[in-house]
C-alpha cells in the first residue's frame, strides 16, 4: 500500500511517496544489537519475542516512518534557514507522530507549519508541537473523513468533547455534503452493548434520517495527544508503569519526549529501557516536485533500533493515541479506566465523562484562523470573570468558589 | 521539593500561621502555589492561597491558570511532592494525605520542557 505524505522542512512542502510494506530484510546488524531477553518488547502495542520474533520486531520498527533534520531545502520564507538542524527535532517528532496515525488511517495527505506563536528557529515542546498538529498548518481538515486531533488540557481527557468531533462530522454528513454508502446505521450498531455509547451523540443530532455507513456518517479517525509532565525536574519513577502500559495499547501511537534538549519519537520500551526513533541526523532535503513519486528510504530508520533507560526521560511528554473507529475509542476508554484510572495516586492522566464546568466551552478545531480567535476571546472573558472571585485578606489570597 | 516559601520563613512562623487561619477559616484550605525553580512560567503575584475544601484540584488548577494569563493551548503542570493530583480530587482530601507540618498545602507548578541541540 502506498500513500503520499508530505515531509517538510517545516514550511515547505516535499512529497514523500512512503511505501508502507512489509518487507524482511537481513537485520543482522539489529540482532546483536537487541538485549537476548525473555522480556518481551512492545511496539506501539504490538507485542514481540525477541528470541523468536526478532525479524518481526525489526521489521515493525524498520517500517516506521522516520524524519530527521534535513539540509538543503529552500529556504524558509525565502530568506529564512534553509536546514533545521539544531532546532527542529521537536517538529520532527511531531511529523512522525503525525505519520504514524496517517499509516494506521492508510490514508491521507498531512502538511505541516510552524506555528503557536513560535517562530522559526525556536525550540518546541511536546505540548506546542501537539497543537500545532492540532490548529497549525495541517491542512487536514479539508477531508471530512481526514484525521481528528485532540489535545487534552490540564492532564484531562473529555470523552464528551470528543464525541463532539463525531457529532459535527455526522451531520455535515447528513446535510448530504458527503457520500453515503447505505450500510448499517450506526443506531443499528447496538449501542446499548457499548460501555461508553450511551453518550447522547443521536439525541444532540436529531433522528437519523437513513442509514449511513460508518464512514458516511463521518467517524473521523482520531488522533488522540494528552500533554503531561511526569515530575518537576525528573520523572517521577512512580509513573514508570503506567508510561509502559500505554504502549502496551492496541491504540497506542507512541510518545513526544526525549532527553534534557533531545526530542525523539518514543514507540515502544524493552524492559526498563524505551525504544525511539531518533531524528538528529542531518540528511540532504528530498528534492521533488509536488506529486512526484520520491525515494522513501531515508525515511526508514535502518539502524538498530535506539534505546535508553526510563528513568533518563525528561519528565515532559506527550502520549499519542490513534482511535481508528468509535469501537476503538471506546475500547481506549474502557482500558484506560481499568489500567490508568484506578491507580488512583498514579495515574498519569484523567478520563472524565463531562466537559468540566468551570473551563471555557470546548471548540472543535475546525480551520485553523477560525479556532486561534476563538480562543482568544474566550481567554479574555474568563480572566475578566475570575476576577471577581478573588478577595484578599491580610496576606492571604482568599477564594470564594 | 525546594519551596522558596519554606526557606525564606522559619517553621514555627509558618507553623503558628498554619493554626491561626486553619482555626480562623474551618472550611479553607492554606496552599503556596509556587512556580518550579527552573521552569519558563510567569511568576504569580500571590503565593499564598486560602481555598474552600470543595474545590476541585482541576477547579484550582484552572484559577491558577487565568492568574497567570496561559491559555487553554499553553501547557501548565501542577505538582504536590512532585506527583501529579488527580484533577477530581477534592483539595480537602489532597490536603488531609499532602499537608507539610506547617499546616500548608504546597503546590508547585510548570510548564513543558523545549527540545532542540
Keep these: 500500500k502506498s500513500f503520499v505524505i508530505y515531509d517538510s522542512n517545516p514550511s ?11 518487507q524482511i530484510n537481513v537485520f543482522s546488524e539489529f540482532l546483536e544489537d537487541l538485549p537476548d531477553t525473555n522480556e518481551p518488547v512492545w511496539i506501539l502495542g ?114 464528551e468533547d470528543i464525541s463532539k468531533f463525531f457529532y459535527l462530522s455526522w451531520k455535515q454528513c447528513c446535510q448530504g455534503a458527503w457520500p453515503r454508502s447505505g450500510a448499517y446505521g450506526w443506531g443499528e450498531s447496538q449501542p446499548s452493548d457499548r460501555s461508553w455509547s450511551g453518550r447522547g451523540r443521536a439525541e444532540e443530532a436529531g433522528p437519523v434520517p437513513y442509514p449511513c455507513s460508518q464512514q458516511a456518517r463521518g467517524w473521523r479517525p482520531l488522533l488522540l495527544l494528552i500533554p503531561l509532565r511526569m515530575g518537576i525536574n525528573n520523572m517521577n519513577p512512580v509513573y514508570i508503569q503506567a508510561l509502559k502500559e500505554c504502549f502496551k495499547m492496541p491504540q497506542s501511537c507512541g510518545v513526544l519526549g526525549g532527553k534534557p534538549n533531545l526530542a525523539y519519537y518514543f514507540i515502544g520500551f524493552i524492559d526498563d529501557e524505551l525504544i525511539y526513533l531518533d531524528p538528529h541526523t542531518t540528511q540532504l532535503a528530498v528534492d521533488s ?86 480562543a482568544g476571546d474566550l481567554e479574555a472573558e474568563f480572566i475578566e470573570s475570575t476576577d471577581k472571585l478573588f478577595e484578599s485578606e491580610e496576606e492571604f489570597e482568599i477564594l470564594n468558589v | 521539593m525546594s519551596s522558596q516559601y519554606q526557606h525564606s520563613i522559619p517553621f514555627e512562623v509558618r507553623r503558628r500561621e498554619g493554626e491561626t487561619v486553619r482555626a480562623k477559616y474551618p472550611n479553607k484550605i492554606p496552599i503556596i502555589v509556587e512556580r518550579a525553580a527552573r521552569s519558563q512560567v510567569p511568576e504569580l503575584e500571590q503565593n499564598k492561597y486560602l481555598v474552600p475544601s470543595d474545590l476541585t484540584v482541576g477547579q484550582l488548577f484552572f484559577l491558577i491558570r487565568l492568574r497567570v494569563s496561559m491559555r487553554p493551548e499553553e501547557a501548565l503542570f501542577f505538582f504536590v511532592k512532585n506527583s501529579i493530583p488527580p484533577s ?28 532542540g541541540a
Design chain 1, 12 to 22: 515547505s512542502f516535499v512529497p514523500v511517496l512512503a511505501k508502507y510494506e512489509n
Design chain 1, 46 to 159: 504490538e507485542c514481540y519475542n525477541v528470541k523468536t520474533e526478532k525479524s518481526e520486531l525489526l521489521s515493525d520498527v524498520h517500517s516506521k516512518l522516520w524524519f530527521t533534520y534535513r539540509k538543503k531545502f529552500s529556504p524558509i520564507g525565502g530568506t529564512g534557514p534553509s536546514s533545521d538542524t539544531g532546532w527542529g527535532c521537536m517538529l520532527r517528532c511531531g511529523q512522525m507522530i503525525l505519520a504514524q496515525a496517517l499509516v494506521c488511517q492508510h490514508l491521507g495527505r498531512a502538511q505541516m507549519g510552524v506555528g503557536e506563536g513560535k517562530s522559526v528557529g525556536e525550540w518546541y515542546g511536546p505540548n506546542t508541537v501537539a497543537q500545532v498538529l492540532k490548529y497549525g498548518k495541517l491542512a487536514l481538515f479539508d477531508d471530512w473523513n481526514s484525521l481528528a486531533v485532540y489535545v487534552s488540557m490540564d492532564n484531562t481527557v473529555v470523552i
Design chain 1, 289 to 374: 516536485e509536488t506529486g512526484t513519486p520520491v525515494d522513501d528510504q531515508s525515511y526508514h530508520c535502518q539502524r538498530s533500533p535506539h534505546r535508553m533507560k526510563i528513568t533518563s526521560l525528561e519528565p515532559s511528554v506527550a502520549l499519542g493515541f490513534f482511535c481508528r473507529s468509535e469501537e476503538d475509542f471506546d475500547g481506549w476508554c474502557s482500558q484506560v479506566q481499568q489500567e490508568l484510572v484506578r491507580k488512583r495516586n498514579l495515574r498519569l492522566f484523567e478520563l472524565v465523562e463531562k466537559h468540566p464546568p468551570h473551563w471555557p466551552p470546548f471548540v472543535p478545531p475546525t480551520k485553523p484562523d477560525v479556532q486561534t480567535t476563538g
Design chain 2, 88 to 115: 477530581s480530587s477534592p483539595l480537602a482530601a489532597v490536603y488531609e494525605e499532602h499537608h507539610e507540618e506547617d499546616l500548608f498545602l504546597y503546590i508547585t507548578y510548570s510548564n513543558e520542557s523545549v527540545y
